[in-house]
């Protein structure tokens, strides 16, 4: 008696329960993908976000600007009276242009935007003077200012920079009592003008003067001596 013959063993009826299945299974929805498409997200908070994100940079990098300026208005005419002329800053070392856009701009930061202004205005001709000292030509101080050629001339045509010290009597010599510089007009007599103007307000016995940055005593351009008990 033959053995009895399985279904199984047949290559074709194995065929066909693998067909049946595979339709099955692609009749079937994907588990792994959702009933619905997730929600879109919103636009306008992604671009809130950008936003906030480019007010935080600008304002850090006005922060900084707004610091280096300060530096330079507290160096001003009285400021430095305890060093003389500062160095000319690194070019290398300037910070960055900010991205300023009108449509973005805060109260606060239109705020520190107007006094840094200001306080760059008012150091400009000291700028100037310090930079053509140190050698710079006028094309080049007038590209690190963003200001025009002829602007950079003018002040080194009108103006002049003062580098002074004032001494006190000590015995029979003279104790240094501070130092500093002052930009003032390039006119006749403009030495002497500040020099008296320096003692009426310090109270100091003794004023030099030297137009640019200080060197010897004996380079002075101005030595004023306020009479004793005068």
Excluded: C
Aim: charged share 30%; glycine share 6%.
């Amino acid at each position: 008696m033959s053995e009895k013959r399985s279904p199984l063993g047949d290559r074709w009826y194995i065929d066909q329960i693998t067909a049946v299945a595979q339709q099955f299974l692609r009749s079937q929805p994907d588990s792994r993908v959702p009933d619905a498409p997730p929600a879109p997200q919103r636009s306008g908070y992604a671009d809130l976000t950008a936003r906030a994100a480019r007010l935080s940079a600008l304002r850090a990098r006005l922060e900084q600007e707004e610091a280096a300026l300060q530096a330079d208005v507290e160096r001003l005419n009285h400021a430095s009276r305890d060093s003389g002329s500062a160095p000319w800053p690194d070019p290398a070392a300037v910070v960055p242009e900010a991205e300023i856009s009108a449509e973005t701009l805060t109260l606060a930061e239109a705020g520190r935007i107007r006094r840094a202004y200001k306080a760059a205005e008012a150091a400009l001709p000291r700028l100037v003077l310090e930079a053509a000292a140190d050698g710079l030509e006028a094309p080049a101080i007038a590209r690190d200012l963003a200001v025009t050629p002829s602007y950079v001339y003018r002040i080194l045509r009108e103006r002049v920079r003062y580098t002074w010290r004032l001494d006190v009597r000590d015995g029979g010599g003279w104790a240094v009592r501070s130092s500093g510089q002052d930009v003032v007009e390039r006119a006749l007599g403009s030495a002497s003008r500040l020099a008296e103007r320096l003692l009426a307000e310090t109270g100091a016995d003794r004023v030099l003067l030297w137009e640019g940055p200080r060197t010897t005593d004996a380079d002075a351009v101005l030595d004023l001596v306020r009479p004793e008990g005068a």
